[in-house]
């Protein structure tokens, strides 16, 4: 297996200055956090053992990682920065996101990748679809091996140049994207500037693209905002978990206090639709007594409405996301 270059991945995103949307308080920015971490690091070897970090031995440095981890390095290289939060925030994150964005790693754990930009097509228990990789389950390593060659081949080879420019407005002149067929238009409804409109949603997320579409169903007049450019998925992506990065509210905003609140990916998806545009097809539902978790498990609020009820929102937000897959989350 290739070797997953991830300190070269670290290193172009520090080089490129892509920010996470957040920073902890306590520490200096990504760039010279990373330079002083390391220089620190350097240097608490040396008063340790006399030598640089790259030629001790893997247990020793292994040792000095979890004296990091517990935030016990303090020498004065640190000029103050905490050495836990610099583990926890850039050492830990940066590195084991190198780690798991490639696909080296994804062979090692068994996953076929991401689903999107494409989704899932073959709906039914037990089909692949042609993107999938077939499982080497115990006996049928050889006959997986055969197929897997196969997959993806034919596909997305060739990088796409998008037909027009993600980044100035593209649903304009009563057309919008069509995110479903490549270079391809679908109408879409337009307002003059002076006309009353029933309801105008900011945002075009899972939250207001799902209102802004029940909204227009029922028979309103529905005009929404969004402050990211309108991709065309199957076209400016490729499946790869750094893509998504691209989609990401990464501006950089302070966060603080004990456990701060990490903002920017997986949840902050600065575009029309929102964080679903990379969505990755995880579709999770409450169990039965989070709906009532005050009064059965002593915790939370209790809903204003009951499990059966919401089963059958569940119902609809699964098949109109086409949701397919195993019941289980690994
Ligand atoms: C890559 C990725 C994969 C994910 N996969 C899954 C998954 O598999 N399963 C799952 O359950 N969840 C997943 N999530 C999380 C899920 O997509 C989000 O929790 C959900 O989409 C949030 O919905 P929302 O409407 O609150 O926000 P968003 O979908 O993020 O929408 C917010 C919208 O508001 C816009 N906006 C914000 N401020 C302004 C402003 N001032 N003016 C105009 N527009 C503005 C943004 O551009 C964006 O379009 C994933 C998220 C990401 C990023």
Not at 179 to 182: E, I, K, L, S
Not at 265 to 268: D, G, I, L, M, W
């Given at each position: 297996m290739l070797p997953i270059p991830v300190a070269a991945i670290v290193d172009q995103k520090v080089h490129e200055s892509r920010l996470d949307g957040f920073r902890d308080a306590q520490l200096p920015s990504m760039g010279e956090a990373w330079r002083r971490g390391l220089a620190a690091l350097d240097q608490e070897t040396r008063s340790k053992h006399g030598r640089r970090f790259h030629e001790i031995e893997a247990s020793e440095q292994d040792d000095l990682l979890r004296a990091m981890e517990k935030g016990e390095l303090t020498h004065s290289t640190w000029q103050g920065m905490p050495s836990k939060i610099f583990f926890k925030q850039r050492v830990a994150d940066d590195i084991v996101r190198a780690y798991y964005m490639h696909p080296t790693a994804w062979n090692e754990i068994g996953w076929g990748g991401p689903a999107s930009p494409r989704g899932y097509v073959r709906m039914d228990f037990d089909r692949r679809d042609p993107w999938e990789a077939a499982e080497a389950t115990p006996g049928r390593e050889v006959e997986a091996l055969r197929e897997n060659r196969r997959v993806g081949r034919g596909i997305f080879k060739e990088p796409h140049r998008p037909p027009d420019d993600p980044h100035t407005p593209r649903a304009r002149y009563g057309h919008a994207p069509d995110?479903?067929?490549?270079g391809a238009w679908t109408p879409m409804r337009e307002y003059s500037e002076n006309e009353a409109v029933d309801f105008a949603i900011v945002g075009t997320g899972a939250g207001g693209g799902t209102l802004a579409c029940k909204l227009s169903e029922a028979g309103f007049s529905v005009v929404a905002f969004d402050a990211g450019s309108y991709w065309r998925p199957l076209e400016d992506f490729a499946s790869d978990e750094e893509e998504q990065s691209k989609l990401y509210w990464t501006d950089e905003r302070i966060v603080d206090g004990e456990n701060p609140l990490q903002l920017g990916?997986?949840?902050?998806g600065k575009s029309v639709g929102g964080s679903t545009v990379h969505f990755a097809m995880v579709s999770l539902r409450f169990r039965p007594e989070w709906f009532k978790s005050r009064t059965l498990l002593g915790y939370g609020a209790d809903w204003p409405l009951d499990w059966r009820e919401m089963w059958s929102y569940y119902d609809e937000a699964e098949q109109a996301l086409k949701i397919a897959g195993p019941v289980n989350y690994p």
């Open positions: 995110v479903f067929r490549p990916a997986n949840n902050s």
